[in-house]
């Protein structure tokens, strides 16, 4: 079976010294082309964070081949919403996360199916993906929908959707970016409002603070189920102010 950290040590390691006679490409280069060949693919996952703004610039710049904007959608699912909207805007790049093994391979499966390469997934939890993949004002968008609404009280602390990870994301938004987020659960809902308002660094367009107009992008698999199922579904948009 094939061993990302087989690939990299190969490519960091004899490879890479003799790379210059072999490769026209620079290491991290070589290890996409080679991992989109091997069919392993389209998994961040095993790849080394960038150190850097820069590093990370030319890491993105590797995978997706342009420096277009871009997207990052947090809790992924099988990726059934991301691939559409993939295929529907190629001049967008689009990163999944996603934390379940079997969901995150059904999405890559989804992905190499319709060839497609403004689109890849990052397996695991998306707030180390946040965290140590990506630097200040990169993402033009961060998409959340559905996250778990743990409703339990005693479960509240398992939340996404808390003021450290909205402050972390608010640092890595360009100007003018927004967090999108949607879901059913009416106390998650106004939670989630009250958390934004506490980072404070964000604009809402809606005098709720939701609408239940949805925007104009594909329904993800959760919304379709819950719509069946005839509930409320919230939509709330942050906006990043100029800082
Ligand atoms: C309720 S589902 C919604 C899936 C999809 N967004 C949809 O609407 O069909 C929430 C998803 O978020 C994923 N998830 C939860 N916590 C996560 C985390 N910390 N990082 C990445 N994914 C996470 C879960 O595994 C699950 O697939």
Redesign the pocket.
């Known amino acids: 079976m094939f061993q990302h950290g087989l690939i990299l040590s190969l490519l960091f390691g004899e490879i890479n010294s003799k790379r210059e006679k072999i490769f026209s490409c620079t290491p991290y280069e070589c290890y996409i082309a080679l991992s989109r060949a091997m069919d392993s693919l389209f998994l961040l996952t095993d790849t080394i964070p960038p150190e850097n703004r820069d590093q990370m610039w030319v890491f993105f710049h590797s995978i997706f081949g342009n420096d277009n904007p871009l997207v990052v959608?947090?809790?992924?699912?099988?990726g059934?919403?991301l691939v559409e909207c993939a295929m529907s805007n190629p001049l967008k790049n689009y990163i999944g996360?996603?934390?379940?093994h079997g969901?995150a391979q059904k999405f890559c499966e989804k992905i190499k199916k319709r060839s497609l390469r403004n689109i890849v997934v990052?397996r695991?939890?998306?707030?180390?993906?946040v965290w140590e993949y990506l630097f200040e004002r990169c993402v033009y968008e961060f998409i959340?929908?559905?996250?778990?609404?743990w409703p339990k009280k005693r479960h509240h602390k398992?939340r996404?959707l808390t003021e450290p990870f909205i402050r972390m994301m608010e640092t890595r938004l360009v100007d003018n970016g927004a967090v999108s987020v949607?879901t059913d659960h009416e106390e998650y809902r106004d939670r989630i409002i009250h958390e934004f308002r506490k980072v404070g660094a964000f604009t809402n367009p809606y005098t709720e603070g939701y609408t239940l107009y949805p925007p104009d992008y594909p329904k993800?698999?959760?919304?379709?189920?819950l719509r069946e199922r005839g509930k409320n579904i919230y939509f709330m948009k942050f906006k990043k102010e100029r800082s």
């Not at 959608?73 to 099988?78: L, V």
């Open positions: 959608e947090i809790g992924s699912g099988n059934h919403f996360t996603e934390s379940l969901r990052f695991g939890d998306a707030r180390q993906f959340i929908l559905f996250p778990d609404p398992h996404l949607a993800t698999l959760f919304e379709k189920k």
